[in-house]
């Protein structure tokens, strides 16, 4: 069905939610309303992945000569975890702009995720291309947080045979100390954690809470360092912080996503995580890093668990409507 429809035109098959309905209806060239990358964009930040691929769809050619169109269906198929997809969407809007250090990021990371659940030899030939994508987005924007904390956390992870190393994980937190601190010191925490240095972790992701501009993110990175080393109280300690913060703070209703995760993963006080997913649902600042369409199935699972079965369905059949093709795992 995606080859067909970017072999056609104007004959389009637009998902009805685009306008708020349910069924797919026909557009011809005459009737189809503009469709701009900003809708797209705007459709996946909310997670409406259905519509953001309807939307591409609807681009003349489907968008195939538009590097930021190709480089949006990728973030659609990656909300979707279609690593090999988004793979093939980002290689495209690379080949049409190599020159944009986002590109090549989003092209690492799908690479990553591919490579991350593929054969050993295929990862290997997978993780040297990661690796190459974030060097690659660093040298043409060497002041790209995103793209900095991608390649610091490749080299902290990646065996030295695949150019990985702490040592290199440093130095690329030297960097990040000139464009993002609280990224700076997280990193630094990793890298110490790594190397079982658990009083140097603690204190870089303090200092990571002290240093943010948006310190609820880094509370929850915090949460999951207790996490990890099964220190119940600091997590949850950690976890209310992070909700304070993220309620004085509307743009980073993120991390009250990445908090519930910490807390479903310790199986502690699903009643709390819930609550924390439907907080980030009902935000205005909802991010394709933290799928609504997943929030949705997160939260049904958690209800569920509380026993409530019609609460669990009808979360189940908002995420559904979101994004048919996304297929949960058996764990969050």
Known sequence: MRVSLRKMHFAIVIAAGVLGGAALVSASTGNLQKVTLEQINAALQDGEADKALALVNALPQAGANDAEA???????????????????????????????????????????EWADRATFLSAYSLGKRVRAEFETAVRLDPRNPAALTDLGSYYKDAPSLMGGGLDKAEGVA??????????????????????????????????????????????????????????WP?????????????????????????GAGVLIKSRRDPGLAARMLED?????????????????????????????????????????????????????
């Not at 990040?176 to 079982?196: F, I, W, Y």
């Not at 972790?201 to 099964?230: D, I």
């Not at 609504?292 to 569920?304: D, E």
């Open 174 to 231: 030297d960097q990040l100390d000139r464009v993002d601190p609280a990224r700076a010191h997280q990193l630094r925490g990793e890298v110490a954690e790594q190397r079982k240095d658990y009083a140097t972790a603690e204190r870089e992701f303090k200092l990571a809470v002290a240093s943010s501009a948006h310190p609820a993110l880094q509370w929850t990175v915090l949460a999951s360092f207790y996490y990890h080393h099964q220190e």
């Open 70 to 112: 190709q480089n949006l269906e990728c973030r659609v198929h990656f909300t979707l975890q279609q690593w090999s997809a988004a793979a093939s969407e980002c290689q495209q809007a690379v080949d049409l702009d190599q020159e944009n250090s986002n590109y090549h990021m989003w092209l690492g990371r799908a690479l990553g």
């Open 280 to 332: 980030y649902l009902d935000s205005n600042s909802k991010t394709d890093e933290a799928p609504a369409f997943v929030a949705h199935w997160r939260l049904a699972r958690l209800l569920q668990q509380l026993g409530d079965g019609a609460g669990a369905a009808r979360e189940q059949a908002a995420a559904y409507a979101l994004a048919r093709e996304y297929k949960p795992p058996q764990e969050h």
């Open 234 to 258: 600091q997590m949850e300690s950690a976890i209310h912080s992070c909700i304070t913060a993220a309620q004085r703070d509307p743009a980073a209703s993120v991390a009250l996503y990445d």
